[in-house]
């Protein structure tokens, strides 16, 4: 696995419920803005020109183990992993944590789509040099 993406995220007041703890649809939120950086740290995005065709990485799964409550003015640390690079889809594995400890853990899958006339979406296989792209120390199989 290639060496995990980081980021860090302030938590604001919008992300807290009346209790003062992070609202857990938040996490859904932080662990997409992660994927967003993520990709423009490679020079991507969520909506790219790749080989001449308008694409896209629709989520299609996502999933998050919340272990301890986040409050407002926390400083999250947020880590993102390229599990792997499926035929169609990337599988990512996140981990946030305040401090050295684990607050939760998700899971996002992301299908390489090109975007056709009407905004409609067809699946299509990762090109191989965005393969290496993501997942650089992996051999193609």
């Known amino acids: 696995m290639a060496a995990p ?11 807290t419920d009346m209790a003062g703890l992070v609202h857990f649809a938040r996490f859904f939120t932080f662990m997409e ?9 490679l020079g991507l995005s969520v909506v790219v020109v790749w080989e001449g065709e308008n694409v896209t990485f629709p989520r299609v799964h ?17 880590e993102l992993a390229v599990e792997t690079v499926g035929r169609k889809a990337v599988h990512y594995a996140i981990e946030m944590r305040l401090g050295d400890e684990v607050v939760a853990r998700g899971k996002l899958t992301s299908v390489y789509c090109v975007i056709r006339e009407g905004g409609r979406l067809e699946g299509r296989e990762v090109p191989v040099a965005l393969r290496l792209r ?8």
């Not at 803005?33 to 740290?41: D, Q, T």
């Not at 993501?134 to 199989?141: A, E, K, T, Y």
């Open 62 to 78: 996502a999933s998050c183990d919340f272990i301890r409550p986040v409050r407002f003015e926390d400083e999250l640390d947020v």
């Open 33 to 41: 803005v992660a994927e967003h950086a993520f990709l423009r740290s």
């Open 5 to 15: 993406f980081r980021m860090t995220r302030r938590i604001e007041f919008a992300d």
């Open 134 to 141: 993501l997942q650089p120390d992996r051999p193609i199989v």
